[in-house]
């Protein structure tokens, strides 16, 4: 049975920019930019949105805490973790 899970777009933000190490932050946000950049050099213009970010993320990582079905949940283990292969995520 899959565990069906969903994620907002703010804890998904939340958890992506602002967890993990300040080395680990920046590297994310310079990532970002850089593609941009790099896109920018094709096309006069770049669009990115959440849903792009979320496409290429390791959902595996996302912290089962930050889930709609367990925000009150109290811990840090991460959605692999608790549910290994066996789940899939939407964002909303």
């Known amino acids: 049975m899959t565990n069906n899970l969903t994620i907002t777009k703010g804890y998904f933000l ?17 990532e970002l930019a850089n593609k941009i950049i790099n896109n920018l050099f094709d096309s006069d213009n770049v669009n990115t949105s959440i849903d792009d970010i979320f ?34 995520i939407t964002i909303k």
């Open 55 to 88: 496409e290429f993320t390791n959902k595996d990582a996302i912290p089962l805490s930050y889930c709609e079905q367990y925000l009150n949940n109290d811990t840090d283990k991460s959605i692999y973790d608790i549910f290994g292969n066996d789940y899939e």
């Open 14 to 30: 939340e958890w992506y920019f602002n967890n993990g190490q300040d080395t680990e932050k920046v590297l994310l946000r310079l």
